[in-house]
Antibody, heavy 119, light 110 residues
Framework: QVQLVQSGAEEKKPGSSLKVSCKAS????????ISWVRQAPGQGLEWMGR????????DYAHKFQGRVTITADKSSSTAYMELRGLTSDDTAVYYC????????????WGQGTLVTVSS | QSVLTQPPSASGTPGQRVSISCSGS????????VNWYQQLPETAPKLLIY???QRPSGVPDRFSGSQSGTSASLAITGLQSEDEADYYC???????????FGTGTKVTVL
């Protein structure tokens, strides 16, 4: 049974960067996809991108291309999502989830990481 | 960017049947499967339905999904108080090359 545990809440200044981690346990980390989804306060879910650690392949939503980088460390079964050039619009809960390649469902999800961007 | 359209709210009394629609296009629902997620207050979303009408282990059989053309729907039969949550549909969009979510539906148990 795969379990995903994310890093803790962060407060960031506009213009800075954030890096959220997502540590997986159970299952073969390299063989499954990790996606990142965010949810702004009171808003819906928004897919940001995904990585297939086995091949190092990544895909990003156009909205975030150039600003987001998703990586994976197979030795520690940890995926990372880095977002640069933060604005207040990036204030959200960021989730990692297993799945998302070829339409596969997101299951399970990490607990979420609240990121607040404020001056 | 929500490409899939859902009604903002739905409600019912305990024991009733509630249905939530999800409208998309030929590049998303029309070309693949729809997954449904339940998000209880202040918690991460949870997979509810996948691959047309499959339920992960532990999901009660009062939840069911259907899909036809460019639309999908989630039905909750025998509504219970613990079903009060936000529900999202989701699918891969071949044209946008992104995973798209529905606008979300808040289910209230009266």
């Amino acid at each position: 049974q795969v379990q995903l545990v994310q890093s803790g809440a962060e407060e960031k200044k506009p213009g800075s960067s954030l890096k959220v981690s997502c540590k997986a346990s159970g299952g073969a980390f390299s063989s499954y996809t990790i996606s990142w989804v965010r949810q702004a306060p009171g808003q819906g879910l928004e897919w940001m991108g995904r990585i297939l650690p086995m091949l190092g392949m990544t895909d990003y939503a156009h909205k975030f291309q150039g600003r987001v980088t998703i990586t994976a460390d197979k030795s520690s079964s940890t995926a990372y999502m880095e977002l640069r050039g933060l604005t207040s619009d990036d204030t959200a809960v960021y989730y990692c989830a297993k799945g998302g390649w070829l339409g596969t469902p997101f299951d399970p999800w990490g607990q979420g990481t609240l990121v607040t961007v404020s001056s | 960017q929500s490409v899939l359209t859902q009604p903002p709210s739905a409600s019912g009394t305990p024991g009733q049947r509630v249905s939530i629609s999800c409208s998309g296009s030929s590049s998303n629902i029309g070309s693949g499967t729809v997954n449904w997620y339940q998000q209880l207050p202040e918690t991460a979303p949870k997979l509810l339905i996948y691959s047309y009408n499959q339920r992960p282990s532990g999901v009660p059989d009062r939840f069911s999904g259907s899909q036809s053309g460019t639309s999908a729907s989630l039905a909750i039969t025998g509504l219970q108080s613990e079903d009060e949550a936000d529900y999202y549909c989701a699918a891969w969009d071949d044209s946008l090359n992104i995973y798209v979510f529905g606008t979300g539906t808040k289910v209230t148990v009266l």
